[in-house]
């Protein structure tokens, strides 16, 4: 266990939806990426916050958005949802202190899968 | 942006032997090279890491090499397990300030048979 909390585990939706990815980070952890894995594809970096602001950002959709909470949570919004969109989407934390290497501990991801 | 090439896609390996995946990344500013392992159906973990002002790491089993002129780095798993078989994922860090992003290579299946 790695101390990232994903809910919810598994989604199932409908093309044209709207779906919300939630994230915890480990304690202490004030960054938060943001991974998509589509089938037999790679980690796709989508966006990354720190302390609440938002860092870097990947190959985000537009139709994708992201925030961080005061308390740290991050969630993952993904609208007009495709078929193309059906992926394991991971959420990882690290420290985020400036000068350390700050290993990325990823969550168990969540299942999205758009019919 | 970073770039990170992974080969090969796919590796198999009779237990025992050895098995070497090998990267190269693109930005000679990226400093910081982690090796992930996933298993089917769960998370991506560290298994290992370099930082660029060192050229070879070694745990065990596992080691990694890296060689900042040629600007790639390569995994070695000796005496390999069938519980070694997953998808090794390489991974450099972008050098943005601040950003910590890292950039994912596509990923190898090694497979070990028993």
Do not use: M
Not at chain 1, 48 to 68: H, V, W
Not at chain 2, 1 to 20: C, I, K, R, W, Y
Not at chain 2, 40 to 50: E, N, V, W
Not at chain 2, 85 to 114: E, N, W
Request: proline share 4%.
């Amino acid at each position: 266990d790695s101390g990232v909390t994903q809910t919810p585990k598994h989604l199932i939706t409908a093309t044209g939806q709207r779906v919300t990815l939630r994230c915890s980070p480990r304690s202490g952890d004030l960054s938060v990426y943001w991974y998509q894995q589509s089938l037999d594809q790679g980690l796709q970096f989508l966006i990354q916050y720190y302390n609440g602001e938002e860092r870097a950002k990947g190959n985000i959709l537009e139709r994708f958005s992201a925030q961080q909470f005061p308390d740290l949570h991050s969630e993952l919004n993904l609208s007009s949802l495709e078929l193309g969109d059906s992926a394991l989407y991971f959420c990882a934390s690290s420290a985020g202190t400036s000068g350390s290497y700050n290993e990325q501990f990823f969550g168990p991801g969540t299942r999205l899968t758009v019919l | 942006g970073e770039n990170v090439e992974q080969h090969p896609s796919t590796l198999s390996v009779q237990e025992g032997d050895s098995a070497v995946i090998k990267c190269t990344y693109s930005d000679s500013a990226s400093n910081y090279f982690p090796w992930y392992k996933q298993e089917l159906g769960k998370r991506p973990q560290l298994i290992i890491d370099i930082r660029s002002n060192v050229g070879e790491k070694k745990d065990q089993r596992i080691a990694v090499t890296l060689n900042k002129t040629a600007k790639h780095f390569s995994l070695h798993i000796t005496e390999t397990q069938p519980e070694d078989s997953a998808v090794y994922f390489c991974a450099a860090r972008d050098s943005g300030a601040g950003s910590y992003q890292l950039t994912f290579g596509k990923g190898t299946k090694l497979s070990v048979i028993p």
